[in-house]
């Protein structure tokens, strides 16, 4: 599909890369459609990753994902959802390839600078979940 959503996450925030990150992604191609900073309490946090519940990992990733804002955004682009999968890499800094998104700015597998939605019903599920028909723009 033509829509993904992304979220830059809280410790990419903190440590200023939000600017050069929308920049990257603009430069990929991408419109942005909406955007805005906001913080999730854990318990919206919990519903947005609701997929990993009981996983080990699940109480850090919530933890961390409700410790500080996000930056949000709606994008547009051809085939949005696998190139911008493409474009952030692997979960894992550590396994991303040189040049995507994470390998620059994440710092480990929780704090992994970026989310982007896996296919075209999450990319509708999170958009719903963070944003209003009044606030999104189309190209
Ligand atoms: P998101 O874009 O955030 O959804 O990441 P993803 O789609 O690349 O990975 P996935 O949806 O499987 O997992 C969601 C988040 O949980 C990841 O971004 C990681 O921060 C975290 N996570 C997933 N698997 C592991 C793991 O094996 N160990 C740890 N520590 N964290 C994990
Ligand atoms: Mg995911």
New binding site residues.
């Given amino acids: 599909g033509r829509i993904t959503l992304t979220m830059i996450k809280p410790y990419a925030v903190k440590q200023h890369h939000v600017g050069a990150i929308l920049s990257r992604i603009e430069k990929e191609g991408f419109h942005i459609r909406a955007l805005k900073m906001t913080q999730l309490p854990a318990e919206k946090a919990e519903i947005f990753?609701e997929e990993?519940t009981g996983k080990s990992?699940f109480p850090?990733?919530i933890e961390f994902m409700s410790s500080g804002p996000v930056v949000v955004a709606i994008l547009e682009k051809e085939n949005a959802v696998d190139d911008f999968r493409k474009l952030i890499g692997n979960?894992d800094p550590a396994q991303a390839e040189e040049g995507t998104i994470r390998r620059t700015y994440a710092k480990d597998?929780?704090r992994?600078a970026i989310?982007?939605s896996?296919s075209d019903e999450s990319a509708k599920r999170e958009t719903r979940f963070f944003f209003s028909s009044m606030e999104e723009f189309p190209y």
């Fill in positions: 990753y990993h990992f850090d990733l979960t597998k929780t992994n989310h982007g896996d």
